[in-house]
């Protein structure tokens, strides 16, 4: 029997999905069951094995610890024995702190000193310390000569042609660096290196190192108390063009003509530059990378990472308020730089564990609430999820057009009440078809019968004094018989008796400049308006439009009409398929009734979330194993002529970026080496993590495990639902159909239940190899191989979603027939295939329902988690915990209203094969259940 109205697609004779007879399901889901796709169960145990060989392999060699664990400045990871290419052993040293980056603060002193006209007159007029080949890549160094290093010339400051006062001035700004004075002068633009330190904080990567130390209160203050400080005598980066001149410089016989300005020179660099470093117990790197900051502080934030903070000299000098700004920005700086790194995540996360506990247990208990809310309001659901996606494409092109015609400078409300306006005057019928709505200029000649203005406000005929205290005060000037005013009234009876819109300002005499008609109103808050000609809708736009470019202004009027059309359709179609739709409304009705009568069924989304869960934090310790197994030629060892060659430009991939995970890159200044006779101190520093085949097969098995879980739930669900919906009215409730379905699962078809899910593995697999590959792609450069990758996986998330769907029904009829996957797949497309359109509304809706579910429990998750971690650790931020919250009330909604969305296709599969069967039994006795007891009454007989 088919609904009236309904569609049926025929299907051949020969074809295998034969509709559901008598024979085939009797009174119910048959008991008569044997043991299906046995096969796939011993698939799955050969995974499991293969997932145990490789977390072996990865407990063998793996260290979690190096996912979270802070790194300095060269990729080395704090508190480690033995790092990466014999780098820093930091064993004993657990935090991640910050030293003064000595090349990078002392880099303007350094140009200033060495270009001043003292040093250059030395250095390029005299012999002594360059020889004549070398003259002009010093010049380059200082960009006095145009060169392609430079794009112009130095602002390095006053310029000193006298040693000793250059002396002095260096002096006095290195003074400040080496806290030899006041620390806070560093930072205030007094100082004698000015602003230079108050706008470093926006680059503060820049000007600090990051260094592994034992404490983070280890800071410049250490040195005053310290008995064994270390020196660092400061040089230049072999590479830097500058080098050979300082260091020349440095050298330079004091014999000659020019000795004097030699040793005075001389003795700056060796008095001036000159820092004190932390001991080698609290800081286990070369001194040039142990000098700390004056004036600046640290302390931990979590799990081993230090922030920054002024020390009280400084807070004290220039205020709270500012050095709070200060360490705001250098925070800012140091994360858009840096980014938030996966150790902060990690620590954060650890710390908040029993907060992450007892948010877990209130998402469930919000996912009950959902589903005993939806019980009473199935029906008000539906039509509400049915007008709101009709009023989103209504709004939606009334949008698209008031912003295609939003005049410059006009407000988008106030256009869209105009354009709303004009349409309801144009549809009120207050166009005449005596009347010329013909608009031309300023309007001066119109002749419309236009009655209200832009604003809906109705128009006063003109001399209509008794109607308006508005026209009173106006009455002399357009009255009839008295005045020249505005408007004479010898010329009032021809062009404005018993009119409302017009623009009189072309009269002789006329005192008014209107720019298009108008009109006094009725409104005493609005004493006269502009009016349109009846029919138009659009604002006329003297002064140009919001938008200026024309083809965007028409592709959103496009647009607009386009949602309109289809708003239309949608509902001309609501209004064809209401009875598909009452359908669909009674069908989730008695979804509701079995969740009602079998309420321990809602705890299957809870131990499905349970079991997944633990599931999850095994693999992800084992994953972690794998991941951490970053192997020694992960990236280049080697050094590099410059930042570009090793990290890469915007089309040439670098050395340390060539591959996906990603190395970093670094300078080392201690240890460069020649290459050709050009110093190479660039290096690469290894990626926290890795990918090989062992993770490939372990995060297979994650994938294959986590789609068998969700088909064990749905299965048992449908099993449950079809059991219970061929069960007499009158004992419905009181069987154990939950008890049944489980025994079906673990006894009969858990081989079905894994190859279904093999499948959707497999795909999501490929899928993510694919994505793996994209990010491969973009670190060799390759746009174009990168978005061929994106569009695959595109393809295969769009039949991966079908396929889903596909096996969610494939389930179903197992439970309904007993049958094994591939013949229970083949029975549900052809079912859906009979049945298109009836299956097409449901999932529509249901669809809906799904979604205001899953935004329920995951906005209140997200708002219950936020408060109970803020009462918790209010020394923390909610952010990455929120996020997590709000990912575990995302899947916590999607396990619940999957357990409602399973019973409704159950229902409508149930009742198709009812219907198919010829079957209307209902009453006491029978076990149709009543809500869609008339939707087989009466119905004529299938052919």
């Not at 219907?915 to 006795?925: L, R, S, T």
Request: glycine share 8%.
């Amino acid at each position: 029997m088919a609904a009236a109205g309904d569609v049926n697609v025929s299907v051949n004779e020969g074809d295998k999905g034969e509709k559901t007879t008598a024979e085939q399901l009797g009174d119910g889901p048959t008991s008569n069951r044997g043991c299906t796709d046995c096969w796939c169960l011993l698939v799955l145990l050969g995974a499991w094995a293969a997932y145990l060989f490789v977390t072996v392999l990865g407990f063998a060699d793996g260290n979690p610890a190096k996912l979270y664990l802070p790194r300095d400045f060269s990729g080395g990871y704090c508190d480690v024995e033995n790092n990466w290419n014999d780098g820093t052993k930091t064993k004993g040293f657990p935090k991640q702190s910050f030293t003064m980056n000595t090349s990078a603060a002392t880099d303007l002193i350094v140009k200033q000193f060495m270009c001043s006209t003292a040093v250059v007159d030395l250095l390029t007029k005299t012999k002594e310390v360059l020889a004549q080949d070398e003259h002009s890549d010093y010049l380059c160094a200082c960009c006095l000569i145009p060169c392609a290093k430079c794009e112009g010339s130095l602002q390095t400051g006053d310029d000193f042609t006298d040693t000793l006062k250059l002396g002095s001035a260096i002096g006095n700004k290195l003074n400040e660096l080496q806290g030899a004075t006041d620390p806070s002068r560093l930072f205030s633009a007094g100082g004698a290196n000015g602003n230079v330190f108050m706008d470093m904080w926006n680059s503060v990567d820049q000007y600090f190192n990051k260094v592994c130390l034992k404490e983070c209160t280890l800071n410049f203050n250490t040195l005053k108390s310290s008995s064994s400080p270390r020196e660092y005598i400061f040089s230049l980066a072999p590479d830097n063009m500058m080098s050979n001149a300082f260091n020349k410089l440095k050298k330079a016989p004091t014999d000659g003509r020019n000795g004097q300005t030699i040793t005075n020179l001389q003795n700056a660099i060796t008095n001036q530059f000159k820092f004190k470093a932390l001991p080698l117990d609290a800081c286990p790197y070369d001194p040039s990378r142990c000098v700390p900051m004056p004036g600046i502080e640290f302390e931990e934030i979590s799990a081993g990472y230090c922030t920054f903070k002024m020390s009280a000299e400084v807070v004290n000098s220039i205020g709270s308020a500012a050095s709070d700004a200060f360490v705001g920005l250098g925070g800012e700086s140091l994360v858009s730089g840096l980014g938030e790194t996966f150790g902060k995540w990690v620590g954060e996360f650890q710390r908040s564990i029993p907060a992450f506990i007892i948010v877990t247990i209130l998402a469930f208990v919000t996912g009950f609430i959902y589903l005993v809310l939806l019980r009473f309001a199935v029906g008000l659901c539906v039509w509400l999820s049915i007008f709101v996606v009709l009023l989103i494409m209504a709004l939606g092109g009334a949008s698209c057009y008031v912003r295609a015609s939003q005049c410059a400078g006009a407000d988008f409300l106030e256009t869209g009440k105009q354009i709303g306006a004009g349409a309801l005057i144009a549809a009120s019928g207050a166009f005449s078809s005596g009347c010329d709505e013909k608009l031309e200029g300023e309007g001066h000649n119109y002749k419309g019968c236009q009655k209200y203005s832009k604003g809906l406000n109705k128009c006063i005929k003109w001399g209509d004094a008794s109607s308006s205290s508005i026209m009173k005060k106006y009455s002399l000037k357009f009255g009839s018989d008295a005045g020249t005013g505005i408007v004479p009234a010898a010329v009032y009876s021809d062009r404005l008796h018993n009119d409302y819109c017009r623009n009189p300002c072309d009269i002789a005499g006329a005192d008014c400049n209107a720019k298009s008609i108008w009109c006094f109103t009725s409104n005493a808050d609005q004493a006269w308006e502009e009016c349109q000609p009846v029919g138009v809708v659009k604002p006329t736009c003297s002064n140009g439009y919001a938008i200026k470019s024309s083809e965007m202004r028409t592709l959103l009027e496009v647009c607009a009409y386009v949602l309109w059309a289809l708003a239309v359709l949608y509902l001309i179609g609501v209004i064809c398929m209401t009875n598909r739709i009452r359908l669909a409304i009674a069908v989730s009705k008695v979804a509701a009734i079995f969740m009602r009568q079998n309420t321990m069924i809602v705890l299957t989304p809870a131990i499905q979330s349970l079991i997944s869960c633990i599931w999850c934090l095994v693999w992800v310790l084992s994953a972690s194993f794998l991941l951490s197994q970053v192997p020694d030629d992960a990236v280049d060892k080697g050094a590099f002529l410059t930042y570009a060659e090793a990290y890469g430009t915007d089309t040439t991939p670098g050395k340390c970026t060539n591959s996906w995970p990603s190395g970093s890159v670094w300078k080392d200044e201690t240890n460069c080496e020649q290459i050709n006779g050009t110093y190479a101190c660039w290096r690469c520093a290894p990626p926290r993590y890795t990918f090989d085949w062992r993770f490939a097969v372990s995060f297979f098995v994650f994938l294959w495990n986590n789609a068998l879980m969700i088909a064990i739930g749905q299965f048992v669900v449908a099993a449950a639902c079809s059991c219970w919906f061929f069960t007499q009215n009158s004992q419905k409730g009181s069987t154990g159909v939950i008890r049944k379905a489980i025994h079906w699962t673990w006894r009969y078809h858990l081989g079905s239940l894994a190859f279904g899910s093999f499948i959707i593995a497999v795909l999501q697999l490929i899928r993510y190899i694919m994505m793996y590959f994209e990010q491969q792609a973009k670190a060799q450069k390759n746009a174009v191989m990168a978005m061929i990758l994106r569009i695959c996986q595109c393809v295969i998330w769009c039949f991966e979603k079908c396929l889903k769907f596909l096996n969610e029904n494939a389930y179903i009829q197992i439970a309904i027939r007993g049958s094994n996957f591939c013949v229970s797949a083949m029975n549900a497309f052809y079912l859906i295939l009979r049945n298109a359109i009836r299956f097409g509304v449901l999932a529509v809706l249901s669809k809906g329902l799904r979604v205001i579910g899953i935004f329920f429990i995951t906005v209140g998750t997200g708002v219950i988690g936020y408060f109970v971690f803020t009462s918790m650790y209010d020394d923390m931020t909610p952010t990455i915990p929120v996020v997590i919250y709000i990912f575990v009330g995302y899947m916590v909604g999607k396990l619940f209203v999957n357990v409602y969305g399973i019973a409704v296709d159950t229902v409508l599969q149930c009742f198709l094969a009812c219907e198919e069967m010829g079957k209307v039994d209902a009453g006491e006795n029978g076990y149709l259940p009543n809500q869609l007891r008339g939707w087989l009454k009466e119905k004529p007989e299938l052919d």
